[in-house]
């Protein structure tokens, strides 16, 4: 399994933003929709992919926070499925 080490400018602006501990957020979509999702979804395969796919389209080191690439439905539904398990 590979991991996915987040910059720390991403994860230091949490506690600024009043986001509760184990936590962090995302942007999703093209209206960049935010979402504030457990850490424990950086475990999932299927958030890693979403994560490489964001690295792959955007970067991490930049400042307008950590964007996922994916539909805001979809992104909801797999949230979703990921709270119930």
Do not use: W
Not at 44 to 56: G, I, V, Y
């Amino acid at each position: 399994m590979m991991s996915i080490r987040l910059p720390l400018s991403i994860l230091a602006k949490k506690q600024a933003a009043g986001i509760p501990k184990g936590h962090f957020a995302v942007y999703v979509g093209e209206s960049r929709k935010r979402f504030v999702i457990p850490t424990s979804y950086l475990k999932n395969p299927t958030f890693q992919a979403l994560l490489r796919k964001a690295e792959e389209e955007f970067g991490f080191e930049h400042h307008s926070g950590l964007t996922i690439p994916c539909n805001e439905d979809v992104f909801q539904s797999f949230t979703a499925q990921m709270a119930c398990a």
